[in-house]
C-alpha cells in the first residue's frame, strides 16, 4: 500500500499514516472506493491498523482511524479513482503503490504525483493464477505462464508497475529492467502478508463496522 499525493495542491506530501491527521489535509484523503467492496481500500484500512497498533489478527485500528480522518474531516467522500485523481478532487490516495504510480504517469505534464510507501506500515498482497482442469489446451496454457514467469514475461509485468514475484531473484541474477524498476517507489521494510484465515475474518469485521465509523 501507498499514498499518492498531488503536489500541486498539497503543500507538504504526507509520508505515514499517522501525518495523515494533521488539519492541513481537510477534505484531501481518497480511498478508491469502499473497503466493503473494493480489496485496494480493504488493505489500505489494513495498512492503516498495523500503523496504529494492529496487526493481521486485528484490523479494528484501521477502521477506528479511519473513522477519525472521517470525524476531522480529512477523508474525501469521492473515491479516489483516475478521473477524480485528475480533475484535483482527491489529492490524496492511498492505494497500491502500481496504481497511484501509473496516476504519477498518466498526469505527467499537468502536475506531479508523487508515490510513497508508509514509513509506519508494510502490507501487500498479491495476485494468484492457476490453469484450469477443464482448459481445453493445458500445454498451452502452461507454456503461457512459463512465459510470463520468465525474465521477459516478469519485466513485463514490471513496465505496467507491479511488482512480479520473481523480482528479488531477477535484481540478484541481473536480469532485471533497471529502467522499469525506477519507476517504482522503494520499499524499505520487510514486506508482510496475512494468511487466508485471517484475510476472511478481517473481511468480516470490515463489512460488519465500516458502514457505522462513517456515519
Not at 484523503?29 to 484500512?45: E, G, K, M, R, W
Request: glycine share 6%; charged share 10%; aromatic share 10%.
Amino acid at each position: 500500500m501507498s499514498i499518492g499525493c498531488n503536489t500541486s495542491i498539497v503543500k507538504q506530501c504526507p509520508t505515514s499514516f499517522a501525518q495523515l491527521t494533521n488539519p492541513e489535509y481537510k477534505n484531501d484523503i481518497a480511498l478508491d472506493q469502499s473497503p466493503v467492496t473494493a480489496n485496494s481500500a480493504f488493505s489500505a484500512v489494513w495498512a492503516a491498523a498495523l500503523a496504529n497498533g494492529g496487526s493481521f489478527d486485528t484490523i479494528q485500528p484501521g477502521i477506528a482511524f479511519s473513522q477519525k480522518l472521517h470525524q476531522i474531516g480529512n477523508f474525501v467522500q469521492t473515491p479516489g479513482l483516475p478521473g477524480a485523481i485528475a480533475s484535483g478532487q482527491t489529492p490524496i490516495a492511498i492505494d497500491w503503490d502500481y496504481n497511484n504510480a501509473a496516476a504519477a504517469i498518466a498526469n505527467k505534464g499537468k502536475f506531479k504525483w508523487t508515490t510513497t510507501i508508509p514509513s509506519d506500515a508494510s502490507y501487500a498482497a498479491y495476485y494468484a493464477q492457476a490453469i484450469s482442469a477443464k482448459a481445453p489446451h493445458p500445454a498451452a496454457a502452461r507454456l503461457w505462464l512459463e512465459y510470463l514467469y520468465s525474465a521477459t514475461g516478469q519485466n513485463l509485468w514490471l513496465k505496467g508497475l507491479s511488482r512480479p514475484v520473481e523480482l528479488q531473484g531477477m535484481i540478484k541474477n541481473g536480469t532485471v529492467d533497471k529502467t522499469y524498476l525506477k519507476a517504482l517507489p522503494a520499499v524499505k521494510h520487510a514486506v508482510r502478508y496475512p494468511t487466508l484465515s485471517q484475510v476472511t475474518a478481517a473481511e468480516a469485521a470490515v463489512a460488519q463496522n465500516w458502514a457505522s465509523s462513517q456515519a
